[in-house]
């Protein structure tokens, strides 16, 4: 099938007519890495605006991180992203087999899992704005709630495609589309793990301490 | 949470009342008039001769890189038109009020704006001419050439390559909107911190800028995503990075900052949306704000912007000299190491955009030192484009004339960017005109190339070739505009007026505020003359028709293929074999040997999904301007439902049969632009 | 320079400057530019040579294929190189001969006395205010404070103050502290002082000696608002004696400035003309005290879609 068209005397082939050996999959995930490039460096955006409003001054006589972040309670939320990235992880494992039921399964787990995340951020936010902490009261609490919220959204959208994604496994199964979807997701999935460990981390830890 | 407002807001309408059209203005009722004209001047033939579905079908839903790039482009010089009558109004407003004694007109004190208008117009004027006609106009330049130059057939995501061009055309529609409904802000291109809070810009002014400029960066970061991808995935075989031709690394270098900056910029203006929405503090004086974050992140992405704009622009003279010299550009590899250089050094020097801020003097010392980096690579691209000069046959076709221009503006533009550089001088001319007057050395080098890009490109994609005559005549009465306006106000820098001023306190400016104004008729002069190059070229379109290669020097892949280029850009993809591979085969005499068969290609589906996201997007960003919450709400909701659809719909895209391809190339024209999928031809294909 | 101010009309006002800073920053440009002169004049020069020489009908010679050369690749890196390693030390040096927060033409850390600097990190806020130093041998203290759209200055060592008009006695140091009421200004006088942003719930400082005495005209370099294009002020340097009877005049003044009495003043106005008021009698640590007011949240609204006699009428 690789047949160049040679003009004759020295001079190499001019025309190709090899196959388009571009790969679908290959392209759209360096894509949807360039795409996590960029959402890192949102996150680099909101976590410079936090480091820079997490100081004295920009309390504005509210609360400090100390007196606000509960580590402990957070470590529940940072468990319930862990184990659903281990669950969809697993899922894409049931991929490599063709097993549908395992991927579902692996894919529902994730998701009970990242609700259980929102649902356990949604208490902690409802908590404070009972005792008057909201975003509106210091610079700080601003760049507190703006950060972790972003977070939040972020898991939401991916919740959302989570579970379209099971619709289109249950109705096409695995088709190229949808599997370099679903290795796309794993890594959209991984990644805000790893924003979540650096909000833990920064906001969590470092403000308690 | 929700944020006490100033007047009046109700569910259905939000901030929006009768009040906010303003048809007690003249200048404005002239705007809407001229505005509505010329758009009825366009839908009425389009109605008349039936080619609303043409238009549909073609364009409007198009996944075409080609066609995408030129309505970018279109978008763009719309926009730059739109600017230019900005800053003429600016220009006339300076020279009128100027003096204590100055008179006033149409109830203003000093000439004939009132400062809440003069202020819009200033700040409409940055904000179209950077982020609305510079940015789409070279974004639009890469999607055009970029595939073609590395011998690809279209973009690596097609659909999202007209996603990001109709999000860019919402930004645009929302900044003309706010000129008939509401007001722009009128805090600078920048969006100075705190005066965009809500206390000091009370009104939709801001909201229109921020959110014209937060939808459109969506667009630009989309396709920036695209254009790297396409670059890194889709090169014709044997094209090695090595082989990349120069202007596709410099749009290489640019998309990467364009990926890595606009993102900051989306934060930037999300903070100041919750500030202004939902009553945070990012931004404030008081209750544990800090402007200077605001600050900060506005120059992070500010001036990684500006080389953004920059670098394509470079690439544009480094494709236009060599082609006018008849030999290759001298040091490649240098030439593209400098553009990276320059690209690496762009994100470690924002902090000289305020000097004057109060950063201690090693702060300052550090970022000036870093600025003046940027001149060592820059330094190189000059000397490169002088010894590409060097004993070769050079020929003054408008392209080159373009790009010669370019490269004084670029030293001129370099000199007093190096003083700009020098705290111990930005602290005596920074918020002056002498800054002004630096970064239109700077921008108008970037309109300069964009010029030479559209004379020299335009060929290749329509077929026929500007007229030269118009297009010098263009290039003169521009050139003598930019010398003398921005002359005079270097002169003025040194003067000490500072920037922005409606009214003007020195009687002693008037002199060269004349020379100035003098200036910008000049180029009122040379819009005449780019309307006259472009009726009289499309008037004798079938006497300049041209072949593959028009300019007989061309260097790149994309003059291999037909002129206007053919929807499927390659019927056969090319086999590289070396950098300047036109030259290369022209060397050796077979630029002209075509493929001896045709296999059958694949190609996308044209797609109605992003005008669909874009309309929404308009309504999205309406609806928050206004406060209107339930547009906003369902326009988001329907966005997010299109795109959720369009997962479910498999587009296989089709198949063009090699008897179809032999057919198209065996006609004198290809299928070009103008032409549709079924081969009916408009235009110059019509006629042969 | 001597030149230049001799044959280049006043109304260049960057090249008539008064004092060792100006001056610094006069001869700065200079150099600057001369330096890269010797870079981008033979570069202009050459362009258009080659333009003329090679273009197509000269016949001249022709290497159509030369497209490297080690040595001049060396060359292009290193010429702009050593230029900007140059430019880069010279920028060092006067950076710090004219930092506003201790210039060194003046005196360096010296000139400004410890416990204030200590007051005034770059460009950080919240930092707490000192008391001023009292010494009359020590810099001129003046603090400025913008409003929408007005130049209050006041001279805490004398308890006066004055609304856009600024005196200062020649051969003194002054030392400027500034913030602002609503929005960031930038406080410059061409002849003068450099451009210094006076930044709401924030602290910059501001030096200068003026050598000469003469009336300049100072104002907001950065864009604040409708009334921007108005904010002027004179700047006046005076002899010590004519200084002396201007300020016991000004203590004469009937009106006094209270913070109440600041607030009353601050609220919107376009000052047109910029006619100066004057205040005796001046609240001890007023800057601090508008500071602290602006950092709990105290702001200035300014209704929407101003003009210039809708402001003036509303207020005065």
Known sequence: MDVFVKPGGDVPPLWYYGHDDHDQIATKTFGFWLYMLSDALIFAGLFAAYAVLDQPMNMAGGPTAAQIVHPVAAFWQTMAVMTSVLAYSLATVALKTGNKAGVLLGMIVAFVLGLAFIGLELNDFANLMAQGITPDRSGFLSAFFVLIASHGLHMVFGLLWMFVLMIQCLRSGFSQDIVSRLLNLRMFWQFQASVWVCVYVFIYLRGAA | ?688 | MLFLAGCVPASYRLFHPNGPIANLELRSTIVDVAVMLVIILPVAVLICVFMWRYRKSANAAYDPHWSHSLTLEILVWAVPLVTVAVLAFFSYETTLAVNPYGPAVLGGADAAPKVRMASVAPAMPGMVMQTPDPSPAGPLQIDVITTDWQWFFIYPQLHIATIDELVVPQGRDVEFHMTSATVVNDFFVPELVPMMDVMPGMQTLDMFRAKNTGTYEGFSADFSGAGFAWMQFAARVVTPQDYAGWVSSVQASPDHLSYADFERLAQTTINIGAKPSYFSAVQDGLLAHVYDEVRNGKVYPVPDNLTETMTANATN
Request: proline share 5%; glycine share 10%; with cysteine.
């Open chain 2, 1 to 688: 949470m929700p944020v006490h407002l100033q007047g009046a807001w109700s569910l259905l309408f939000g901030r929006l009342t009768l009040s906010a059209i303003p048809y007690d203005s003249g200048i404005l009722i002239g705007a809407f008039a001229f505005s509505a004209i010329a758009g009825l001047a366009i839908v009425i033939p389009t109605i008349y001769y039936g080619k609303v579905g043409y238009l549909f079908r073609e364009w409007l839903t198009t996944v075409d890189h080609k066609k995408i790039g030129v309505m970018y482009i279109l978008l763009g010089l719309v926009m730059m038109f739109r600017g230019f009558a900005d800053g003429f109004m600016i220009r006339t407003q300076q020279v009128m009020a100027d003096g204590p004694h100055s008179p006033g007109y149409m109830g203003s004190l000093h000439g004939y704006l009132p400062p809440f208008h003069f202020d819009q117009i200033y700040s409409s004027h940055g904000t179209i001419m950077i982020l609305f006609a510079v940015t789409p106009i070279l974004t639009g330049l890469g999607n055009i050439v970029v595939p073609l130059q590395i011998g690809a057939r279209d973009m690596a995501f097609p659909v999202m390559n007209a996603i990001s061009l109709w999000l860019t055309a919402v930004g645009a529609a929302l900044v003309m909107a706010s000129l008939f409904i509401g007001t722009f802000s009128d805090a600078g291109w920048v969006g100075l911190a705190p005066l965009t809070e809500l206390p000091y810009s009370p009104g939709v002014g801001v909201d229109y800028w921020m959110w014209a400029i937060q939808i459109s960066s969506i667009g630009t970061t989309l396709n920036a995503i695209n254009i790297i991808a396409t670059i890194v995935g889709m090169r014709a075989p044997g094209m090695t990075w090595g082989r990349i031709p120069i202007f596709t690394w410099t749009t290489l270098s640019t998309n990467i900052i364009g990926l890595t900056a606009f993102p900051v910029l989306g934060v930037a203006l999300a903070l100041l949306g919750a500030d202004r929405y939902l009553g945070t503090h990012f931004y404030t004086a008081g209750q544990g704000g800090n402007l200077m974050l605001y600050t900060d992140l506005f120059w992070i992405w500010g001036h990684p912007e500006v080389y953004f704009l920059v670098l394509p622009a470079f690439g544009v003279i480094s494709e236009v000299i060599p082609t006018f010299s008849e030999k290759p550009l001298f040091g490649y590899f240098t030439m593209v190491a400098a553009t990276f250089a320059i690209a690496g050094v762009s994100w470690a020097v924002w902090l000289h955009h305020f000097f004057t801020m109060g950063a201690g003097p090693y702060v300052n010392t550090f970022f000036s030192v870093a600025t003046m980096l940027v001149g060592i690579p820059t330094g190189v691209k000059v000397f490169n484009w002088l010894f590409t000069l060097y004993r070769g046959r050079l020929t003054y076709d408008t392209p080159m004339l373009w790009a010669l221009g370019a490269l004084f503006l670029l030293l001129v533009g370099g000199l007093t960017g190096m003083m700009l550089a020098v705290p111990a001088i930005d602290y005596t001319v920074h918020n002056s005109v002498f800054v002004i007057a630096h970064f239109h050395c700077m921008v108008l080098l970037i309109a300069y190339a964009i010029f030479a890009a559209v004379a020299y490109w335009f060929p290749k994609v329509f077929g026929f070739k500007l007229d030269e005559r118009s297009g010098k005549l263009f290039f003169a009465t521009f050139s003598l505009g930019t010398t003398l306006t921005f002359v005079a106000m270097f002169a003025l820098g040194f003067q000490g007026e500072t920037r922005r001023l409606d009214y003007l306190f020195d009687p002693q400016w008037k002199p060269l505020l004349i020379v100035e104004e003098i200036g910008i008729f000049l180029y009122c002069a040379s819009c005449y003359y780019f309307a006259k190059m472009l009726y009289v070229s499309i008037r004798d379109r079938a006497k300049n028709k041209v072949g593959a290669d028009p300019w007989h020097s061309s260097r790149t892949l994309e003059w291999l293929t037909h002129s206007p280029v053919p929807y499927y850009n390659f019927a056969v993809m090319p086999q590289v074999n070396a950098l300047d591979e036109l030259a290369w085969r022209r060397e050796r005499g077979v630029h002209e040997v075509g493929p001896d068969h045709y296999e059958p290609i694949h190609m996308p589906k044209n797609s109605v999904i992003p005008l669909i996201i874009g309309v929404f997007a308009f309504g999205f960003g309406f609806g928050m301007v206004w406060r209107i919450w339930w547009m906003a709400a369902i326009s988001l909701l329907v966005i997010i439902a299109t795109i959720i659809i369009r997962s479910f719909i498999r587009s296989p895209g089709y198949e063009i049969s090699a008897a179809e391809l032999a057919q198209m190339e065996a006609r004198d024209e290809a299928v070009g632009i103008l032409s549709d999928s079924e081969g009916q031809t408009l235009g110059v294909e019509a006629k042969a």
